[in-house]
């Protein structure tokens, strides 16, 4: 593999059989937006592709977690059309075309490939990072405007957050011409710490594992983990059809390895209790020769494929972007035989430390770490405390006697935020500091929380409610409110 520039853009080429394809990659996904911008680099994406138009044997592009793909296989002359389209519109995107493109894409269904592993990263970040890609749906374009896609595009679709991938000779005349900005600069998103389980509106059970991303024992802790799940929940008739495994950057030095399982209905508990299971075993005992030879044998095999060549690429685009180590072939499989059965177990004690495993909602766990300790829920309600002081907002006497029981509620003002208290004086914060977004209704006032959660405040049905959405609009800043459709 060569490394050289065009442009100004980094470029990687290895020579392969076949047609040319390239792959211009940007440092740019679905976790670079805010919940007010949700679908603005889809919006860009659709932009491009609406202006491609080259007759190619195949062109593609994709919208990740992390990074956003223009690709295309052809001719030498075809694909350095193709790609310089995509920066030429890149440079100066047709804006008013937004409109078009948001109605478009509000009829589409597409989902971010990594859309399976949502739930755990909404967990661990809330909606931030990686975890705002579970509040993603097709009303979220809606709210997009050209201002918002051009500081988008100007921040993240430039040179020096895009490199370019070719598996054969550089195309004569090639020309990128991309704005010229640096790369920009990231910050490891804040996330919830320490072990735990939680409850989601999902038919699924997942577990989420924090560790570093070039940890060759963590490599093969997620596998082997996957396979024994795969084994142990069949075998107990828990799951459905698919076991599947998904890495996620966090940042340059780490990944959040999840395994999510299609559970059966009314088995959630017992595939989360197989899943622990097996995690523990992993971290007690670590893995066997026979899984460490076979997880080495399946490396090997996949660097024979005829595409393997690509995963090099891949893996050396995103260290061009993101920083993260790179080997080559030779050496990453060097490392992997290197791992051992201790390494595997101390691998997965390392990131039981720190993992999330989500549940649907009827299933309750009673679960333990690997030092015997009980693993607690996590859950945005605090149940059983002590009622939060401050202005109450009851429901007026007439409409509480009307409403049945279990939907009766109140609100509690506090210096810091708004307090939701359900009929068990169960607690749910706003608060006003870690508002994400707010969406207005007419009077009405829906609030997506720092936790993630959905809130919504009907002011007409409290005494005196118009003050708890006065107060919202007065707290929340402009950037974070849109208008309902």
């Known amino acids: 593999m060569q490394r050289t520039s065009a442009g100004g853009v980094t470029l990687l080429t290895t020579p392969a059989p076949g047609p040319l394809t390239a792959r211009l990659t940007f440092g740019c996904g679905a976790r670079d937006e805010t919940a007010p911008t949700m679908g603005v680099t889809r919006v860009i994406e659709a932009l ?21 793909h223009f690709t295309a296989t052809g001719t030498p002359p075809a694909v350095a059309r193709f790609l310089h389209t995509v920066c030429r519109t890149l440079s100066d995107l047709p804006l008013h075309r937004t409109a078009h493109a948001t109605r478009l894409l509000g009829m589409d269904g597409t989902r971010i490939p990594e859309h399976r592993a949502v739930e755990p990263l909404s967990a661990r970040f809330g909606p931030h990072a990686a975890g ?9 374009y809606e709210s997009i405007t050209p201002d918002m896609v051009r500081a988008h595009a ?11 991938a070719l598996d054969g000779p550089t195309p004569d005349a090639l ?39 070039s940890s060759a024992a963590a490599d093969a802790a997620h596998t082997i983990l996957r396979r024994r799940v795969e084994r142990s929940a069949r075998d107990l008739q828990a799951v459905g059809n698919d076991v599947t495994a998904h ?12 395994i999510v399982l299609d559970v059966l209905e009314g088995r959630a508990e017992q595939a989360a209790e197989s899943l622990w299971y097996e995690a523990r075993h992993l971290a007690t005992e670590g893995a066997t020769e026979t899984e460490l030879h076979a997880f080495t044998t ?4 996949a660097q024979d494929f005829t595409d393997s060549h ?9 260290a061009e972007l993101f920083g993260t180590p790179f080997l080559d072939d030779r050496t990453l499989l060097e490392t992997l035989k290197a791992v051992t059965p201790q390494d595997v177990r101390h691998a997965a004690q390392q990131a039981l430390t720190d993992a999330v495993i989500v549940v649907p909602p009827q299933a309750f766990l009673r679960l333990r770490t690997p030092q015997g300790a009980a693993l607690p829920p996590s859950d945005c309600w605090r149940t059983h405390g002590p009622a939060t002081s ?49 969406v207005r209704d007419g009077d009405d006032r829906t609030v997506l929380t720092g936790c993630g959660c959905y809130l919504h405040v009907h002011p007409r049905y409290f005494k005196r409610g118009n003050r708890l959405t006065a107060a919202l609009d007065a707290a929340v800043p402009a950037h974070l409110v849109r208008d309902a459709p």
């Open 154 to 164: 100007a921040t993240f679709f430039t040179r020096g957050n895009a490199v370019l």
């Open 298 to 301: 399946h490396a090997r095999a």
């Open 390 to 438: 401050g202005t109450v907002f009851p429901m007026p006497r007439l409409s509480r006697a009307r409403t049945p029981r279990n939907e009766r509620g109140e609100w509690v003002m506090t210096p810091w935020g708004l307090v939701c208290r359900d009929s068990t004086e169960d607690e749910h914060d706003i608060r006003f500091d870690q508002v994400a977004l707010m």
């Open 48 to 68: 491009v592709r609406a202006e491609i138009g080259t007759p190619l044997h195949e062109f593609t592009t994709t919208v990740g977690t992390a990074e956003t």
């Open 132 to 140: 705002l890609v579970l509040h993603h749906d097709n009303t979220m």
């Open 247 to 258: 890495r996620v950057p966090r940042d340059r030095l780490t990944l959040d390895r999840i």
């Open 310 to 318: 690509w995963r090099t690429l891949e893996r050396a685009v995103t």
């Open 175 to 213: 020309a990128l011409p991309l704005p010229d900005a640096p790369k920009p600069q990231r910050t490891t998103p804040r996330a919830r710490t320490g072990a735990s389980w939680q409850h989601r509106p999902v038919p699924t059970v997942s577990l989420l594992l924090t560790s570093g991303a």
